[in-house]
C-alpha cells in the first residue's frame, strides 16, 4: 500500500469494526463525524497530508530498510543523526500546521525504543521478539497505520510496586498464558490521540522487579479488539468544539488524551515483545522517555512560535510593538523557545547506533531539553498573556460578533489601530488564548513523558559527580594529576545503557 493520502486514513477509521469509545458519558458511533473528536482527526490527518506537501516532504518521508519502500516518518526507525534533527524539525514544523499538538510521536518513539530493547533482549536470553517486532513493523510501514503509544499507567499508590499495590491491576498486566497468547488487564491514563490511531503500542512504566514480572509486558493491539474500553478525557474549552464556528473554536486545533481500560484483551504472541522480562522494563523505559523527551523541544518549540506571532500581531494591533519592554518581552520568548529547541538538536546530533541498527538520542540532552519544556512553556504563555492584556481571558464570543445588532457596536469598541479590523484583534485572542492556556502547551508540557522529577533523576545519573569532584580536586590542588579518565573529556557524564 505505501504512503496513504490523508483521506485514506480517514476511511480507515471510519470504517473499522466498532470500537468501544465513550465522550462525554456516550458512546460515540463514528469519530471522524463526532464534533468533540472531529477536531483532533484533523489535527492527525495533517500527519498523513504531510508526506504529499512538496514543501514538507523531505522532512515527513523517509526510505525503510525494511520493506524497501518509503514510508510516512512517524512510523520510521531513525537510522542516522539526521533522522533525529529530521524528528525535531518535522515537529516543529507541523506544529505551524495545525495548531495543536499532531499526536503521532508517542507511538513513533515505541516502535524506535521497542526496536533497541527487543534487539536487547533476545542477545541475553536468545528468544525471538526482535523479529516478532519487525513482522509487526513491516505491517505498521507497508499500511501506513497510525499507532498510539500507551506507557502511563493508573499506578494507584505512587510510592508502591506494582506487586505491592491494594489494587493489583493499578498497573497493567498478565492475568491468563494460554497456548496461543495472553490475557492482560488493568488501565493505561492519558495516552494521546488513541481514537484517532489504529493500533495500541504497550509498554511497562517504571522499572520492576523480579516480583512485579507479570507486569513487565509490551505488545500491541488494535483499538477495536473485545475488551478495550476507551473513555476520551475533557480539556480546558472543550465544549467550544460543539459550536463549530471558526474563531472560538479554532478551524482545526485540537487533540485528545484518553484513559484505555484493557478488560481481560487477548494478545496472540505475536503481537507480544516482552513477557515478563523485568530486568528490561527499566531499559525500555529509560530509551523510551529519552526518544520522548527529545520529541517535546520539537513540537513545543512550534506552539510557541505561534505563541509569540499572535502576541507580537495583537502588540501591532495595540500600537504598542515598538515599545520597549514588549519588545523585551518578544525577545525573551524567542530565547526561552529557542533554547528548547537547541537542546532537542543538540540530543539529535550526539545521538548513537545501538545494537539494533537504530539511532538512540543522547540521554543527557533530551532530558534537559525536557526539563526545560516544563518550565518555559509557562514563562512564554504569561510573557503573551502580558502583552495581549486582560481581553485574553474576557473577549465577547464570536456569536457575539455575528450579532446583526452587536456587530457595527464591537466593530467600533473592540478596535484598537484603525488598519486593523476588530474581528482580526478577536480571532488572534481566540488563538493565543486557546493555544497558550491549553493541556497541550502548559500541563502536556510539565508531565508529558514524565514529571519534572522523573528527567532530574535521570540527569542525576547520567552526570558523574565523582569525575567533577576530581576536576575540582585537581584545580584546587588537592590531586597533583587530572586523572587519565577525565582529560580531553569535556563532559563528565556516564551512560547507563550499553549494546
Ligand atoms: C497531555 C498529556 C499527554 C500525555 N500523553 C501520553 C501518552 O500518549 N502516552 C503515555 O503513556 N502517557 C502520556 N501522558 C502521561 C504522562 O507520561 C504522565 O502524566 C507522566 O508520566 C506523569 O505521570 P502521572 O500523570 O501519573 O503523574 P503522577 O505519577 O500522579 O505524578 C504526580 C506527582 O507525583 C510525583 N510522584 C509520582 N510517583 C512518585 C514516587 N514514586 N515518588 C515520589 N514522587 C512521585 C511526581 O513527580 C509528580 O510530582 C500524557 C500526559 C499528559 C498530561
Redesign the pocket.
Given at each position: 500500500m505505501g504512503l496513504r493520502k490523508p483521506e485514506e486514513y480517514i476511511q480507515a477509521i471510519r470504517h473499522r469494526k466498532k470500537a468501544e469509545i465513550y465522550v462525554l458519558g456516550e458512546q460515540v458511533e463514528d469519530v471522524t463525524k463526532h464534533p468533540f473528536l472531529k477536531p483532533t482527526v484533523r489535527a492527525y490527518a495533517v500527519t498523513y497530508e504531510a508526506a504529499w506537501d512538496p514543501a514538507l516532504r523531505k522532512l515527513a518521508v523517509a526510505y525503510s530498510p525494511y520493506i524497501n519502500e518509503e514510508v510516512n516518518r512517524f512510523n520510521h526507525i531513525h537510522q542516522s543523526r539526521e533522522d533525529l534533527e529530521a524528528k525535531v524539525k518535522l515537529l516543529r514544523a507541523l506544529s505551524h500546521k495545525v495548531g495543536a499538538c499532531v499526536q503521532r510521536c508517542?507511538g513513533w518513539d515505541a516502535i524506535n525504543a521497542l526496536h533497541i530493547v527487543t534487539h536487547m533482549i533476545d542477545k541475553k536470553k536468545g528468544s525471538d521478539y526482535h523479529k516478532r517486532f519487525i513482522e509487526f513493523l513491516k505491517y505498521v510501514q507497508k499500511n501506513d497505520i497510525a499507532l498510539?503509544?500507551?506507557?502511563?499507567d493508573v499506578?494507584g499508590v505512587?510510592?508502591l510496586r506494582p506487586h505491592q499495590q491494594p489494587n493489583p491491576d493499578a498497573y497493567v498486566r498478565v492475568v491468563e498464558v494460554r497456548d496461543d497468547g495472553i490475557v492482560v488487564r488493568g488501565a493505561?491514563?492519558?495516552?494521546?490521540g488513541v481514537v484517532t490511531s489504529e493500533e495500541i503500542i504497550v509498554m511497562p512504566t517504571r522499572a520492576m522487579t523480579e516480583k512485579d514480572e507479570a507486569y513487565a509486558i509490551s505488545f500491541a493491539v488494535p483499538l477495536d479488539t473485545e475488551g478495550i474500553k476507551i473513555i476520551v478525557g475533557r480539556q480546558v474549552n472543550d465544549c467550544r468544539r460543539f459550536e463549530e464556528n471558526e474563531i472560538d473554536s479554532l478551524p482545526g486545533a485540537f487533540n485528545h488524551?484518553a484513559m484505555i481500560i484493557f478488560d481481560d484483551v487477548f494478545v496472540p504472541w505475536e503481537r507480544v515483545f516482552m513477557f515478563k522480562e523485568w530486568e528490561f522494563a527499566y531499559p525500555l523505559v529509560e530509551i523510551f522517555s529519552s526518544y520522548h523527551r527529545h520529541a517535546y523541544g520539537g513540537c513545543k518549540s512550534g506552539l510557541a512560535d505561534i505563541i509569540i506571532g499572535a502576541a507580537y500581531n495583537l502588540a501591532k494591533q495595540m500600537g504598542i510593538a515598538d515599545k520597549h519592554h514588549i519588545r523585551e518581552k518578544l525577545v525573551e520568548m524567542v530565547f526561552l523557545t529557542e533554547a528548547m529547541y537547541a537542546a532537542s538538536i543538540a540530543a539529535s546530533w550526539r545521538g548513537r547506533k545501538m545494537g539494533s541498527g537504530c539511532y538512540w538520542v543522547d540521554p543527557m540532552f533530551s532530558n534537559v531539553a525536557k526539563q526545560l519544556v516544563t518550565r518555559f512553556p509557562y514563562e512564554i504563555a504569561r510573557l503573551s498573556h502580558d502583552i495581549a492584556g486582560g481581553v485574553l481571558g474576557t473577549a465577547p464570543s464570536a456569536k457575539d460578533f455575528m450579532h446583526p445588532k452587536l456587530k457595527p457596536l464591537l466593530e467600533k469598541y473592540f478596535q484598537c489601530l484603525p488598519d486593523y479590523p476588530a474581528e482580526h484583534r478577536l480571532r488572534m485572542v481566540r488563538l493565543l488564548e486557546n493555544i497558550s492556556l491549553g493541556?497541550?502547551f502548559l500541563?502536556?508540557s510539565l508531565?508529558?513523558?514524565?514529571?519534572?522529577?522523573?528527567q532530574r533523576i535521570m540527569m542525576g545519573r547520567l552526570y558523574d559527580f565523582e569525575k567533577a569532584e576530581k576536576i575540582a580536586k585537581y584545580l584546587a590542588r588537592i590531586e597533583k594529576e587530572l586523572p587519565e579518565e577525565i582529560r580531553g573529556k569535556p563532559e563528565p557524564w556516564r551512560s547507563d545503557i550499553e549494546e
Open positions: 508517542v498510539a503509544g500507551a506507557m502511563t499506578k505512587r510510592s493505561k491514563m492519558s495516552i494521546t488524551e493541556v497541550m500541563i502536556e508531565h508529558g513523558a514524565g514529571s519534572p522529577a522523573a
